[in-house]
């Protein structure tokens, strides 16, 4: 089953705008990754945040994570056409050989020109 | 695509028959991942493995079964394809603290 839910399951915005995509999980973490994926193609890691940080950057990428209410959101700022694409979070409960990603059903972003 | 290439690209089979799916990486990580990807399901971990023969199964593991008998190459074996086994299969690896590299898929239909 599912760790992440991923809330909207599909947005839609024009090209400029900022795109906020949020995620919820239900077990202790160690981090939680967003990945992104192009039609066809495999998925493209973005960024990771670890269970004792509360906000990363990345370009136009920020992610927040919020350990309380087991919630973390992605907003990308300045959406351009390119950014169409789905979106995954992913949590990462165990360390070691043990660590594997549990993956969210996705979100799908079309930005509109 | 930090060097890992999945083969087939696409396959076609028949109910009953089995099927072996290659990964294949460059990158000397020791983990390697086997997911299915599924529209309304995202995707889901079917086995992974920690090292040469070293492995373990994963939420939907039915059905399929592994080896690693080298670093590089993960295969992924569908004793006997059913219809449901019709997904996308994505191979990934990792090194010590790192993130997923994803491969780009096999499209693989039962008929």
């Known amino acids: 089953s599912q760790q992440g839910e991923e809330d909207p399951q599909a947005l839609s915005i024009q090209e400029g705008e900022n795109a906020t995509m949020n995620c919820s999980y239900k077990t202790s973490i160690n981090n939680l990754q967003w990945y992104r994926q192009n039609s066809g193609r495999g998925l493209v890691h973005l960024i990771l945040?670890?269970?004792?940080?509360r906000e990363k950057h990345s370009g136009r990428l920020r992610v927040t994570l919020d350990t309380s209410k087991k919630s973390s959101s992605l907003l990308i700022t300045a959406s351009r056409a390119a950014d169409t694409a789905s979106y995954f979070c992913a949590t990462d409960a165990q360390t070691g050989a043990n660590s594997k990603l549990t993956f969210g059903k996705g979100i799908t972003l079309s930005v509109r020109p | 695509d930090a060097g890992i290439t999945q083969s087939p690209r696409h396959k076609v089979t028949e109910t009953g028959t089995p099927v072996t799916l290659r990964c294949h990486q460059t990158?000397?990580?020791?983990?390697m991942y086997w997911y299915r990807q599924d529209p309304g399901h995202g995707l889901r971990l079917i086995h992974y493995?920690?090292?040469?023969?070293?492995?373990d199964k994963g939420e939907v593991s039915d059905g399929y079964s592994v080896s690693r008998s080298k670093t590089e190459d993960f295969l992924l074996t569908l004793e006997s394809a059913t219809s449901s086994q019709t997904s996308v299969y994505f191979c990934?690896?990792?090194?010590?603290?790192?993130?997923?590299?994803f491969g780009n898929g096999t499209r693989l239909t039962v008929t």
């Open positions: 945040i670890r269970s004792n940080e």
């Open positions: 990934a690896i990792r090194g010590g603290g790192s993130p997923l590299h």
């Open positions: 493995s920690y090292g040469v023969k070293d492995t």
């Open positions: 990158e000397n990580h020791r983990y």
